[in-house]
């Protein structure tokens, strides 16, 4: 039912269905006009109307100013009356004018063009100014800065709670013979989440998204633990005796000792935790195609608000090109760093996997270093290293001594002691490691001067 069917209907409720329909088309054309591949409108979603709350007000209010003189009843159409009065006698008086100076019509006729022109001069204004209003509203982070940085803060605060968990599942789940581990990598574009958020809630605040941020974390990441009990079987040592007969006819007992295999249960704690990512986590959500469409120019924009996350080593959706650096050619001169490049490049694109060491199980960034370290061929075998463990065998080089095929240490990455990320420098201010994926990155970003520690060459 509309508004008007009511009996105390007046012109701003009309204004304001007025409003939502001209917001929702303009709002359409916004995102088939700004994002490629977006599926065309197909209906009119409430959830539009929601997110375009303010625009439809605004409308709204201009609505019903224009037709605010049309609400006077027998004193609008008596106003109406005397006009078209009026009208018909300035028409009279310049058919007389004009039968006497047919140079009047000339005249009129410029004016009349000149009118034209600039009252079309100013609906063109009008309307870029509605587009470009209408775009920045739709490629923007409509909450307050300081809203947005609180809740991508109480999300991490949730990844750090999840690590702990993992940091502590041996002291959690003690007695077993081993502990395996499965663990993808924790973390978030930050983007990704102002952006949905976005999308949910517009102008949102902490304590309208704190449920939801529950609801979000528990799809992208899971925590399982499985406990295994394997037979399995282990030489054990027994003793025997024998009875001996002396030379004098006496006898004597003597000891043997002798092996037998005995089963025993072999108790595993297999930790896995999964990573569904946060764009997979939207995906998921069954977000119609128009809030998918402003989902991702808001990721394409950051917002419009790029300066809020430059720092953050995961908001970038895309890790990049990771195969595009060119190694200068006069740093493979060296043969050893060349040995170390070529095992190294194998692996780019593997994932990141907490705890991995090997192409079988992917790597995390000590894992990937130590294989390469001991696989390229130098006749290095320093095992299967920490970042901090890596340090223990290098000696420390300044920046300025450094050279390709040093190590490279970054500290406070997460919270441990001493060194808790390494990667290969290759020279240039570029090194070769294990991210999200494996891949060359610029050592001169933010983050990376933020959380260097040092250079190490290996003894």
Known sequence: MKYSDY???NPSNDAMESAEDLASRRYGRKISHSKRHAKPKKDKHQEQKDHMKKEFQRAANKKTEAEA????????KK???????????????????????PMILVIAGAILLIIVVISSVSSSIGLFAGATDDVSVATTYTAEDSEILTVEQDYKDKESSLQNQVNRIENDYPGYDEYRYDLAEINHNPYQMAALLTVLYEDYTESEVINKLQDIFNGQYCLTTTPITEKRARMEARTGYNIVTNPDGSTSTQSYTYQVEVEYDYHILQVKLTNATMDSVVRSMGLSDDQMSRYELLL?????????FGGDIYAIPDPGEYQ???IPPEALTDTAFANMIREGEKYLGYPYVWGGSSPSTSFDCSGFVSYVINHSGNGWNVGRQTANGLLDHCTRVSSAEAKPGDLIFFQGTYDTAGASHVGIYVGNGMMLHCGNPIQYASINTTYWRQHFYTYGRLN
């Not at 394409?300 to 809020?308: D, I, M, R």
Request: proline fraction near 0%; glycine fraction near 6%; hydrophobic fraction near 35%.
């Open 79 to 101: 106003f109406v009356d005397q006009a078209e009065d009026l009208v018909g006698r300035i028409a009279e008086w310049l058919r007389e004018k004009i039968a006497e100076n």
């Open 69 to 76: 003189a049309n609400t006077f009843g027998s004193k609008t």
């Open 324 to 326: 595009d650096y060119e």
């Open 7 to 9: 009996e105390d209907y």
């Open 300 to 308: 394409e924009t950051q917002g419009n608000k790029a300066y809020l």
